[in-house]
């Protein structure tokens, strides 16, 4: 979560709030620890506390089964301590965003919603069918490969407003079913 925060390749550099409360000194933080938690975690595991408590007892998890691939995303490079690929996936996926829609990702002022919690929601959501429409094994997924899943998307920079995505889960659901529809991707 820190480097998410910190590396200068990162399109949340300085952007997120840690411990859901804003950096003494820093503007334009959109978006809490918390969201991009809850968002990410489900791609590596069904159940923290137990995977957590398999790791102390037993010091390894399971072989993902074929299956959970299509779920778990992440959780081989959890399951071998390759954490720096899951951060490379979000890099290159989060990028492809910022590069597809630069000034709706730059903008912090009100009225953009792309990089607040409702245009997170909806992408972090869209992240897991983007990742399968590229690869059907764990690896990291180039931000070129992401660019091309996001090409057919019609949405403009200005698209991006709390009148087209409403507040809450509605919209960041209307977000992903755009993204879903217009991009042609199938949903595992």
């Given at each position: 979560m820190v480097?998410?925060?910190q590396l200068d390749q990162s399109p949340f550099k300085n952007r997120i709030k840690r411990l859901g409360v804003a950096?003494?000194?820093r503007f334009g933080?959109?978006?809490?620890q918390a969201t991009i938690v809850k968002g990410i975690l489900p791609y590596i595991t069904d159940d923290p506390l137990a995977d957590r408590d398999r790791g102390k007892r037993f010091g390894f998890w399971e072989p993902s089964l074929a299956?959970?691939?299509?779920?778990?995303?992440?959780?081989?490079?959890?399951?071998r301590g390759e954490d720096v690929k899951i951060l490379d996936n979000l890099l290159n996926y989060f990028n492809a965003v910022r590069a597809k829609w630069p000034s709706a990702w730059e903008g912090t002022g009100t009225g953009n919603i792309l990089n607040r919690t409702?245009?997170?929601?909806g992408l972090i959501r869209f992240l897991r069918p983007a990742y399968l429409n590229?690869?059907?094994?764990?690896?990291?997924?180039?931000?070129?490969?992401?660019?091309?899943v996001f090409a057919p998307v019609r949405l403009q920079d200005g698209d991006f407003n709390p009148q087209t995505f409403v507040p809450g889960s509605s919209g960041a659901s209307l977000l992903f079913h755009t993204l879903v529809d217009q991009s042609q991707i199938p949903i595992p």
């Amino acid at each position: 979560m820190v480097a998410l925060d910190q590396l200068d390749q990162s399109p949340f550099k300085n952007r997120i709030k840690r411990l859901g409360v804003a950096t003494e000194g820093r503007f334009g933080e959109t978006l809490s620890q918390a969201t991009i938690v809850k968002g990410i975690l489900p791609y590596i595991t069904d159940d923290p506390l137990a995977d957590r408590d398999r790791g102390k007892r037993f010091g390894f998890w399971e072989p993902s089964l074929a299956r959970d691939l299509g779920k778990r995303i992440f959780y081989e490079f959890f399951r071998r301590g390759e954490d720096v690929k899951i951060l490379d996936n979000l890099l290159n996926y989060f990028n492809a965003v910022r590069a597809k829609w630069p000034s709706a990702w730059e903008g912090t002022g009100t009225g953009n919603i792309l990089n607040r919690t409702n245009g997170f929601n909806g992408l972090i959501r869209f992240l897991r069918p983007a990742y399968l429409n590229c690869t059907s094994e764990p690896r990291v997924v180039s931000q070129e490969e992401f660019a091309r899943v996001f090409a057919p998307v019609r949405l403009q920079d200005g698209d991006f407003n709390p009148q087209t995505f409403v507040p809450g889960s509605s919209g960041a659901s209307l977000l992903f079913h755009t993204l879903v529809d217009q991009s042609q991707i199938p949903i595992p």
